[in-house]
């Protein structure tokens, strides 16, 4: 239904004619016929007979007017609700985040989020960075907390929030933690647990290995960064894993060289989602602007 022909419609009912209307609208007179002929056309009935030089409403008229009204009457609220429900902080907010992010890093934000706005109906989803990632990326998600890529995708936009230094790390019982100065080229006769290759993690460790023509010797791969903590800590091998993670169990390996290898935690949004008010307050608590 379109609006502009029923208020068209109802000019020319509080009018009484076709020129008066058009004044009342500042549009031209073929503006206002050709609107009553497309509500005549939608209805399939005939709204005004002409008379002389006049015009004189039909039965039909009279019928559809007080629809007309109360369509428009309820056209307006609609917008002005949906506009108040726009800037109103409740509703349903759904978010994606990696595991380690959502274990280590969101609690505290979260629940501030949910003190200070308790209608927001939060949902949670947890899973890995790069489905993450990929879900922004489809429109499935509208943002979600994950490892930053290596390389960003030009169609969506990253926000850093936390660094998160990585480290070589073994089991404190392991021959490799009573070893001094390792090389990287003997840590790669190692056996290694990493996680999979296209996650964003193990993309920086291979890519520190392929600087000095190397590939770590990968003995188990598993995405969960707990997990492979577990593995590292009971000596089945060692692994690149966050400072956050590092326990009394593990230890750093002692490497020939420092080796800095970094990742960048944080939040990934689509500038093609419309930005929510529950969605905008959690970016203002991150200190995040979105721009389109």
């Not at 007309?68 to 307006?76: I, T």
């Amino acid at each position: 239904m379109n609006t502009t022909n029923l208020n068209t419609f109802l000019a020319v009912m509080q009018t009484g004619s076709i020129s008066h209307a058009a004044d009342k609208l500042f549009i031209t007179q073929p503006a206002v016929s050709k609107r009553i002929k497309n509500l005549e056309d939608e209805f399939n009935v005939t709204l005004f007979d002409t008379v002389g030089r006049g015009i004189i409403p039909t039965q039909a008229a009279h019928d559809l007017m007080p629809h007309a009204k109360r369509w428009l009457d309820d056209y307006a609220n609609l917008k002005i609700n949906l506009k108040n429900r726009q800037q109103s902080v409740s509703g349903k907010l759904v978010i994606g985040t990696s595991h380690h992010i959502g274990l280590h890093h969101l609690p505290a934000v979260l629940k501030q989020f949910i003190q200070n706005y308790p209608t927001v109906q939060l949902e949670v989803h947890f899973v890995d960075s790069e489905q993450a990632h990929k879900a922004v990326l489809d429109g499935d998600l509208s943002m979600a907390f994950l490892t930053l890529p290596p390389v960003y995708d030009k169609r969506l936009n990253y926000h850093t929030l936390w660094s998160d230094p990585l480290h070589f790390v073994t089991g404190t019982l392991s021959s490799l933690a009573q070893k001094m100065n390792v090389t990287l080229e003997q840590l790669a006769n190692y056996p290694a647990i990493l996680p999979a290759a296209n996650t964003f993690t193990s993309q920086i460790t291979l890519a520190e290995f392929a600087k000095h023509n190397l590939k770590p010797y990968a003995t188990m791969s598993t995405n969960p960064l707990e997990s492979i903590r577990m593995l590292v800590s009971v000596g089945l091998g060692w692994s690149v894993l966050p400072e956050t993670l590092i326990s009394s169990d593990l230890q750093i390996v002692n490497m020939s060289e420092p080796i800095e290898m970094q990742r960048y935690l944080g939040l990934v949004t689509n500038p093609n989602i419309t930005v929510s008010a529950s969605m905008a307050a959690l970016l203002k608590m991150l200190s995040v602007e979105i721009s389109k």
